[in-house]
């Protein structure tokens, strides 16, 4: 499938502008991703603030350098999903639970309401919410450290 012609830059307002090969302009595009876990540079569309979608892209990295910077940026301030890469402490077994963690933005903490708030993506990639609705994920259990498995078995 070959990448559909198309601009894309900030305005004055600091909001991204698509403009398709017919000149047409778009103001407050929004990229969104298919699979933005599993296939993070695959499967991508840029939509209008009403959800109606301009342009499908296959590839990220098929989009020219200063375009797909201008995705990546837009992306990163809406997508925060910090991934957990080692679990602290757990306070009790029992939920609610609070967990001390090291993520891949720094340690933090929060409360897990229930094992239910533990969703299996695959058989080793697990989302966490946490009480306030921010979502952990684990990306490989198995890349985890002996304690942190230890800890995470018993909720699972």
Do not use: C
Not at 46 to 55: I, K, Q, S
Not at 67 to 85: G, K
Not at 131 to 144: A, E, K, M, N, T
């Amino acid at each position: 499938m070959t990448l559909p012609s198309f601009q894309l830059r900030r305005n004055a307002f600091g909001r991204l502008e698509f403009q398709s090969a017919d000149g047409d302009i778009h103001e407050g595009v929004i990229p969104v991703r298919a699979f933005p876990i599993s296939e993070a540079g695959r499967g991508l569309s840029l939509v209008t603030g009403d959800g109606r979608e301009l342009a499908w892209i296959e590839h990220l990295s098929d989009v020219p350098a200063p375009q797909r910077a201008l995705i990546e940026e837009e992306l990163a301030s809406r997508e925060f999903m910090p991934e957990i890469r080692r679990l602290a402490s757990v306070s009790t077994f029992a939920t609610p639970s609070t967990w001390k963690v090291d993520t891949d933005r720094g340690p933090t903490s929060f409360t897990l309401r229930g094992e239910e708030d533990i969703r299996r993506l695959s058989p080793q990639t697990l989302l966490i919410a946490d009480s306030h609705g921010i979502f952990y994920l684990v990306r490989d259990i198995q890349s985890l450290d002996k304690h942190s498995r230890r800890l995470l078995d018993r909720f699972l």
